[in-house]
């Protein structure tokens, strides 16, 4: 099977790259990421965390090292509470020490927490080096490595300081899927339905029937299949091709924007879904997970303001139950949910905008003083406490 690609090409910005999808690719890597930096690179700065790099390292640094690359790994701990200042700093002090210069370059392998943290101290070490990203999770490869949003977690919420950097290149090895714990399977397919459903019929359909057709119980062992690895590196593709449309034309998630095509539209879910990160201190749920809850609220919502039919709700709901259990959210303190939402990344004045469902493929933003507080709260007991799915 051929490899798939997506050019992003940004609209107000004359860089662009290519997503490259495909499986066994990380042995071949090395002369990819010659291709897309300059020919004066030498040291590589490649950040990974422990169990990625256990199980794809060696094979990583010996395709880079025989295009005369020289590797320097730095190895950080996973999860999103990791992702902060404190890691950040000791990154930074790494690239130092290691002599990086404008010419070289920083490679990420692993999931968005190491992918989103390389690219910020890429973005901000000598004001910026090339940035290269190999996403290991499904939930990675179709949302946090393409776009440019790179950035770090603090005390007043999530992603809130970071910078806009985008890669030289992304590279997709489907193959490091067949590694990935059931949760994880889960959070990146919440993600996939995320976007479906603010995308078209299309990319909906295509997510339901993958869902349908090969369920993620025996997703490990369907690599045999050839269809499956086919219909799974398409998904990948045209996930990327949507979030890569939508940031063509919208790089910086412009403020003053508040159209179907905007790129906060991408925030679908993810209101409730960094307000539950936080509240728990990144330590109960996995992104994906959070943005799961995230999408029941944002259409329950939808649907008590009568702007999306009970049977687009209903529908929206049964895919994303087909993909899997969500943890348990019973015992959460809807209060401090509710105090959480003031640090919201898409608050502008003094106003939250929430993005909602007019039907599939029709998201809309809506300002937070449109709506009743009751009508927030009533939705958020229900989703987290009442166990929708």
Same mark, same amino acid.
């Given at each position: 099977m051929e490899i798939k690609k997506v050019t992003v090409k940004l609209e107000n910005n004359p860089h662009e790259y290519a997503v490259e999808i495909g499986h066994d690719l990380l042995g071949t890597s090395g002369v990819w990421a010659r291709e897309c930096l300059s020919p004066k690179t030498r040291k590589i700065a490649l950040v990974s965390n422990r169990k990625v790099f256990g199980l794809y390292g060696k094979a990583v640094t010996r395709a880079f090292e025989s295009q005369n690359f020289q590797t320097r790994v730095f190895l950080m701990k996973d999860g999103e509470r990791h992702k902060n200042f404190r890691v950040l700093e000791s990154l930074l002090e790494f690239f130092g020490e290691n002599k990086l210069t404008r010419t070289d370059a920083v490679v990420a392998v692993g999931g968005g927490v190491v992918g989103d943290l390389a690219g910020f101290a890429a973005a901000i070490f000598l004001r910026g080096l090339a940035f290269l990203q190999m996403p290991t999770t499904f939930l990675s490869m179709i949302d946090s490595s393409v776009g440019g949003k790179t950035g770090v977690n603090s005390g007043f919420g999530k992603n809130l300081i970071g910078a806009f950097h985008q890669p030289r290149g992304v590279l997709i090895d489907v193959k490091t899927l067949k590694t990935l714990p059931r949760r994880e399977l889960v959070a990146g397919f919440c993600e996939a339905v995320k976007q479906a459903a603010i995308a078209d !019929? /299309?990319? *909906? %359909?295509? #997510?339901? +029937? $993958? #869902?349908? %057709? *090969?369920?993620?119980? =025996? $997703? =490990? !062992?369907? $690599?045999?299949?050839? /269809? $499956?690895?086919?219909?799974? +590196? %398409?998904?990948i593709a045209a996930q990327i091709a949507f979030k890569a449309k939508i940031v063509m034309q919208d790089e910086r998630e412009a403020v003053e924007r508040s159209d179907e095509k905007s790129r906060k539209i991408l925030n679908f879910g993810h209101t409730l879904a960094h307000a539950l990160e936080k509240v728990t201190d990144y330590k109960r749920f996995k992104h994906g997970e959070a943005v799961g809850y995230g999408i029941l609220f944002a259409a329950a919502l939808s649907k008590k303001l009568e702007i999306l039919d009970e049977n687009e709700l209903n529908l929206l709901n049964d895919v994303l139950c087909r993909v899997g259990k969500l943890p348990d959210a019973q015992n959460i303190n809807l209060e401090k949910v509710s105090e959480a939402f003031a640090f919201d990344k898409k608050t502008t004045g003094n106003s939250l905008q929430w993005i909602l469902l007019k039907e599939i493929g029709k998201p809309i933003i809506v300002e937070n003083k449109d709506i009743a507080p009751s009508l927030v709260y009533e939705t958020l007991e229900k989703v987290l406490h009442q166990k929708l799915l």
């Open positions: !019929r /299309k990319l *909906f %359909n295509q #997510t339901a +029937e $993958f #869902t349908k %057709n *090969f369920s993620l119980s =025996k $997703f =490990k !062992r369907s $690599f045999s299949d050839e /269809k $499956f690895v086919d219909a799974l +590196e %398409n998904l």
